[in-house]
């Protein structure tokens, strides 16, 4: 049986970090972020609607396949 309060961060490849599960994303300043329970994060730097990712990885030609070892 899955445990459903964990928090899994999933790594795309040449996209976002996909983020699931009931998590608080906050600021340096400690403020929240409004957000659902899952949503993705910028990690190509072009979004519009940072942290959040906006799809900009795509037209930008964003290339990263990272693998856990």
Known sequence: MA???????????????????????????????????????CRCGGSGNKPFCDGTHTSISFKSEPRAK
């Open 3 to 41: 445990d459903q309060n964990k928090v899994t961060i999933k790594v795309n490849d040449n996209g976002s970090l996909r983020v699931t599960g009931s998590v608080e994303l906050v600021d340096a300043e400690g403020i929240p972020f409004e957000h659902k329970e899952s949503f993705s994060l």
